[in-house]
């Protein structure tokens, strides 16, 4: 007689059970909650079918999950970067509680936080084949819920998470941020969110810059090829993003910190790291900004209380209920 392994989701039947409010059946490559029926892929839940209609959408998608293949390793300097992104977050607070990464990429934060903290579950959310990459990267936790799912889609139980985080996600939905911030803020009892700043702490030069670069993104961002995104990745980050760089690092030597220069944030930063980040910016086709005044507008209408870090990366900020 033919043995299958146990699916991986038995021992995580009731976590299920208590995130959508409705009974679950596990099966061999499949999930029953409530009526409906979800295929299990290597342990991804997919809960949204791809929808050829939503051409904007999918190329957002799509790059994203091409961006995470090639950059799946979590970094040395992601350690840093969890701190400046969790600064106002009490990590000690969050041990056995429920917790979500909305838009998870290939899961960088997430294994950070799991390596720090002991939480009840963790619930790893992305549209993109991102998910699969996440799903390796957190192998060796078992705690782990994995969903292929649409933000803009998504309903969980209200209040069924103590603390989610959603970091650099919502400003890529073509349609903007609403709908997406609205289901997070349905089920999430306290969140963490970055939003790209509208540049609205900073001066004439540097918003020009910034222009400048935001065309040559409107232009790369539709080269398919991915060899040609390599080469062209690895020339951003040695002609644009290594000159700004130095250029900072030589500013923060002569006149102190605090002068604000673009890229100044990676000063220190290994080249591997700053490419990803040069692929992320030039290549993906949708990107919103937001400054703090309406950042504090749209999340002060979902949650109580809206804090906005002054620290990078801007904006980075803390909503509970
Ligand atoms: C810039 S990446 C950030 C990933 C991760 N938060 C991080 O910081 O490493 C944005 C991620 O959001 C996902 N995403 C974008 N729109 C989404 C949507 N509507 N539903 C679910 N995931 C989405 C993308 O697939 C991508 O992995």
Redesign the pocket.
Known sequence: MESHPIPYYVKLRRELEYLFGEHVQVGQDRISVGRRTYPVVDDVIVLTEFDPNERD?NR??ES??RE?AAFSDCKAEHIGEFENYFDLVNLESLHGKKCA??????G??SQILLERVEVDFLVV????E?IDVARRNLRKHDNVIFLK????ALSFRPDVIDFSF????LH??PGGIDK?ARNIAACSKQHLCYLYYDLDNRGLAFRTIFRLANGLRCLLSSIERETARTILSHLLTIFVYYPFILLASLTRLIAGSGVGMPLEYYIGYGYGRVRQDAY?RFF?PVEHRFDRRRITEIFQNLYAEVMISKEPPYWHFLCRK
């Open positions: 959408k957002v998608i994203f999950g995470w990464d909305f838009g998870c990429g290939m960088r934060w959310v992305d549209l993109s991102a799912a649409d933000l803009e959603c970091l650099g996600v890529h939905i997406a992320d993906t």
